[in-house]
């Protein structure tokens, strides 16, 4: 069972960059997919990137697509979110989450919440105009 949790977060600028981390412990970090996931006040959580246990597929949600990158570490256990060009609209509390083990199937990027078992508390992030 894979315990997560997420840093990084804090108040930035509109235009300005963040990146997020999330440390992963108790469990072979390599064998889940994980995604990154945000919650604005008052609204449903939702997808913003997901990638697969080997690191070699992505996929973003448009809102996020050519300014956050995703990418892990999977010698470091630590997963990241690098965001640029930040938008106010950006600000949302940010979760990490890890679907697995996987032992076949591990190229897949799920982008549903509901495909995800583990989470971390969150971390937020805000972006002033």
């Known amino acids: 069972q894979v315990q997560l949790v997420e840093s990084g977060g804090g108040l930035a600028q509109a235009g300005g960059s963040l990146r997020l981390s999330c440390a992963a412990s108790?469990?072979?970090?390599?064998?889940?997919?994980m995604g990154w996931f945000r919650q604005a006040p008052g609204k449903e959580r939702v997808f913003v990137a997901s990638i697969s246990c080997g690191g070699d597929k992505t996929v973003f949600a448009d809102s996020v697509k050519g300014r956050f990158t995703i990418s892990r570490d999977n010698a470091k256990n630590i997963l990241y979110l690098q965001m640029h060009s930040l938008r106010p609209e950006d600000t949302a509390v940010y979760f990490c989450?890890?679907?697995?083990?996987?032992?076949?199937?591990?190229?897949?990027?799920?982008?549903?919440?509901?495909?995800?078992?583990?989470w971390g508390q969150g971390t937020q992030v805000t972006v002033s105009s």
């Open positions: 108790g469990g072979s970090f390599g064998n889940y997919a």
């Open positions: 989450a890890a679907k697995g083990p996987l032992y076949s199937f591990r190229w897949q990027t799920p982008r549903s919440s509901s495909d995800y078992g583990y």
